[in-house]
């Protein structure tokens, strides 16, 4: 009787794990359609319901984190906006601690530590561009096939292509200088992500500026009156189309 007891508390208790990694997975598909839905902040509340349940799910991690930087980004103040990506670089962090050869998770971190560089001072600019490099790179080596961190390190190249004099002044007091980086090394990553993912408006949003740049106009209204055309998959797709049409009014 004893036994029979035993072996049934411990059939209860696989039963409710069971159900409780089950619920954790339920909510990351709800996040993914809220994503497709182009509402991030509800999908941010699906995922943080998923870690509550499991907070080793790297999924769900990498899928807070992900929230945190495009969430973070439409916000007007810095200090909400380094708040949300604080969050953000925490949350991959986790992911990598779990599972540092995940490429999503080596992605979303150079992504949550981009978004930062873009609102800080010369100094952690400087800094956060060599990790940013490296998580991108690292994500390629796993998985050659992630066109989102073909964009990362293509932004990586045209930002570093494009820093001032004390930015520049900074990485080499501080390291010596940055790994290379140019516009002609950006289109090319910009055009892998594209060979990849012909319809990630915002990566030929930043082809076209790199093209127009590296002054090839033609290829750069072409590709911006590609995105305009294309549908919108994320939340920032409408904004992002419409500054590729006031820089196609611009460029005429």
Known sequence: MKRLFVTLLVSILF??????????????????KMEQAKNEMAALEKYKLALLIDKNNVEAL??????CSGVGNREKE???KKAFFNTAK????????????S???????AVAMGRMAMISGSKDKVAASRDIKK?????????????????????????????????????????????PGDNKTAIKCYEKCKSLDGTFIMNLLDLGISYHKNDQVEKAKETLKLAVSLHERFQDDASIKASCQKLLKEWK
């Open 15 to 32: 039963s409710c794990l069971m159900t409780i990694a089950q619920s954790a997975n339920d909510y990351v598909s709800q996040a993914k």
């Open 62 to 67: 990498c899928g807070a984190s992900f929230m």
């Open 78 to 80: 810095d200090s909400k």
């Open 90 to 101: 925490l949350f991959a962090e986790q992911a990598l601690k779990l599972n540092a050869n």
């Open 103 to 109: 490429s999503r998770a080596n992605y979303v971190m």
């Open 135 to 179: 998580y991108a790179d690292h994500a390629i080596k796993i998985d050659p096939k992630n066109s989102s961190a073909w964009h990362v390190l293509g932004k990586y190249n045209y930002e570093v292509s494009n820093l001032n004099f004390a930015e520049r002044g900074a990485a080499k007091i501080l390291f010596g200088g940055l790994p």
